[in-house]
């Protein structure tokens, strides 16, 4: 949903925040979320990042907070690599814009990654959504409506979250959630947050990236008042490729986890069991094969001429 009543900025637009006076040169629209616009702009040093900028609203100025903590718990623990760049407001044509950059993720959402590179990328990047999830967590805050969509996957397989939109204090009401991510919508919990909330709707995206025909059948065969947690579980153990976190999704989707910490510990022990094929030998073999029709062709040509 386009954010009402934005400036639309245009490339080579100079962003110029009135407090910190941090600049940024628009190159071009990334996206339009509900509560901003989403743009690629170039720092005063040349990096890339994101911009998002929207309307006066308390959504936006939320999602800095939870960014803003998550920072914070970060640079505690001596991690420097924040997410969030910069927050400040742009003051331009008698208006003054509130907007937040960040590091821009060059990837693609989970499933996408997931199709491109096979089905054994779900240890590596489930272990990197885990991270991510803990880190939160542990800065005092859910995700919330974690989907295939706010979870994207870099190249070299980095994941990282966007739209903190979502996100809600432990113990507050989760205040933006979707279908079937939702473990109310399965009658499987409340809509309180806590962390199993989360570790609930990772499960369900690994049975959408992997089954989403299943999960739509499952669904629709069922009546609000009968859908479970136990039909969920049962088309875990129906999903060949998911059979070594099998066990793990059980468990988060029946929320008996005590925390992120111990999931993510649980499903770093099932990497073990499934490695992924790397992308690299898959291209190997490309190449390889490749070779091997030239110099087919080559001795079949020969062979021809020699005739
Ligand atoms: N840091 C980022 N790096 C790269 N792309 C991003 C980044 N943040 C957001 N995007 C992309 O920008 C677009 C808009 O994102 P945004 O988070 O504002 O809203 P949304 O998730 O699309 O929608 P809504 O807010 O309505 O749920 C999306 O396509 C998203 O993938």
């Not at 989707?253 to 910490?261: I, M, P, Q, T």
Request: proline letters at 5%; glycine letters at 12%.
């Amino acid at each position: 949903m386009a954010a009402p009543d934005l400036p639309g900025f245009r490339p080579g637009t100079v962003v110029t925040g009135a407090s910190q006076g941090g600049q940024y040169t628009i190159q071009s629209l990334i996206g339009r979320g509900a509560n901003g616009n989403v743009y690629l702009v170039r720092t005063a040093s040349g990096q890339q990042a994101a911009l998002k900028a929207g309307p006066e609203k308390p959504e936006l100025k939320a999602e800095v907070e939870v960014l803003a903590q998550l920072k914070k718990h970060e640079l505690e623990n001596g991690d420097r690599r924040s997410f969030l760049l910069d927050a400040d407001r742009y003051k331009t044509e008698g208006r003054s814009v509130p907007f937040y950059v960040m590091k821009f993720v060059r990837g693609v959402p989970i499933d996408a990654y997931i199709r491109k590179y096979g089905y054994r990328q779900i240890g590596t990047t489930g272990l990197g959504l885990l991270d991510k999830l803990s880190g939160l967590h542990q800065a005092g805050f859910i995700f919330g409506d974690l989907k295939p969509c706010h979870v994207l996957v870099e190249e070299s397989g980095g994941v990282e979250l966007v739209d903190y939109g979502g996100a809600s204090p432990i113990g507050a009401n989760v205040k933006q959630y979707s279908g079937w991510y939702d473990r109310k919508y399965w009658n499987a919990g409340t809509r309180t947050a806590d962390p199993g909330y989360d570790l609930f709707a990772f499960a369900v995206l690994c049975l959408h990236v992997f089954d989403e025909r299943s999960l739509r059948r499952v669904d629709a065969a069922l009546l609000p008042q009968t859908r479970s947690t136990e039909d969920l579980v049962q088309l875990a153990g129906r999903i060949t490729a998911l059979q070594p976190f099998e066990p793990w999704l059980a468990r988060a989707l029946r929320g008996g986890f005590a925390n992120s910490r111990e999931a993510y510990a649980q499903w770093k022990v099932l990497c073990r069991l499934y490695p992924p094929q790397g992308k690299k030998g898959a291209s190997k073999l490309l190449v390889v094969a490749f070779c091997g029709s030239l110099l087919l062709l080559g001795t079949v040509l020969y062979a021809a001429l020699s005739l």
